[in-house]
Structure formats: C-alpha cells, structure tokens
C-alpha cells in the first residue's frame, strides 16, 4: 500500500460517506422544522436522494448527523421555518477525499484507438501533492510513459479535471493530452491488453 494512501482513506461508516456526498452533491439542503418530526423529515430527504438504494434506520441517520455537526464537518442554520444543513470547510475537505476515493475510469465497450496522456510539472515545495497524485493516477489504472508524463487509453478527462481540482493545481502543473499516435504504441498495447 502506497504511503500517500492516507489521503484517499475511506471512513469507517458507509452512512458517513452517504450523508457528505448527499450535502456535496445537493449543496446547502432545507429541511421544514415546522414538523416535531425534524429527524424523520432528513431521513427522509436523505433516503429520497439514495433513492432507497439503501436502508438506514431514522435513529441512524440522526445519530450520524448529530456526529459529523460535532466534529465540525456539517454547520446547521435556522431560516424562517427552516433548517439549512451544509458542509463547513472542513466537511468540504473530508467530501472532497471521498469523491477522489471514488473515482474509477470506465472501460468503453469498443476502444477509441486514442491514448490520453497527463503531463505534470508541479513544484518541490509541492512535493507530498506530486506524490499523492502520482500514486492516484497509478491506482486509476495509467502507466507512466516518463517520469511526469503518464498514459491510459480510456476516457478520463473528468476524472483527471477533479484530481486536480481536488489538489488544487492548475493547468500548467497538470496538461491533460489526446494523442493518436505515439511511439512504442505496441508495447503500450500489450501493457494495457489491447492486443
């Protein structure tokens, strides 16, 4: 297991990894308070967006709301009649590492024929964030092609545009390239099972 492994870390709950893609993905979410059922009234909001994929006991998912506002990753705040739940800036952090723990490339039923390259110059005193995100690119599946050049055949520009993001570099630290022709094509081919 990669040393830089730790930035990727899943939580211990699968419930706590729901609610903070829920409130990442949905922004700030109101909930009527008007109701003596506030509880019920998130489980609800919560299972709607889950789309009763999965089950968690109303009791559960309170429990796990009153934890993550506790630890300061999710901020209430009454408006009117109604409650705002969303991510404070520490709850974005931790949302942001479980979209990047997320993250797969797709295989395509029929290959394009393109590889696409990511090309990255990010500064020493970056250098923990060269090291994570060179080791997320190798466990997405690329190959290097150089020492900061890397190379997969699948789609990817959305998942390498949030990696990015996620570091916080910009587009002179990390080029993303398409590339038809390359040189050691065959032995790229065979490298990724394309043959």
Known sequence: MSKYKYYFRKPKSEIVKDIMLWLAVGGAVAIAV?????????????????????????KKVYDTFYQLRKRGCIAFEKKGHQVFIQLTPEGRKRAGRLQIDSLKISKPKKW???????????????????????????????????????????????????????????????????????????DFLRRFRLL
């Open 34 to 58: 008007s109701s003596p059922t506030f509880g019920t009234s998130v489980a609800r909001s919560f299972y709607k967006w889950l789309k009763g994929e999965k089950k968690y006991t109303n």
């Open 112 to 186: 394009d024929g393109k590889f696409r390259f990511v090309i990255f110059d990010i500064a020493q005193v970056k250098n923990i964030y060269r090291n994570a995100f060179r080791s997320k690119l190798q466990e997405l599946g690329f190959l290097p092609f150089q020492k900061s050049v890397w190379v997969h055949p699948y789609p990817c520009k959305d998942e390498v545009d949030t990696l990015r993001d996620f570091f916080g570099l910009n587009s002179r630290e990390v080029c993303f390239v398409v590339a038809e022709h390359i040189e050691n094509r065959q």
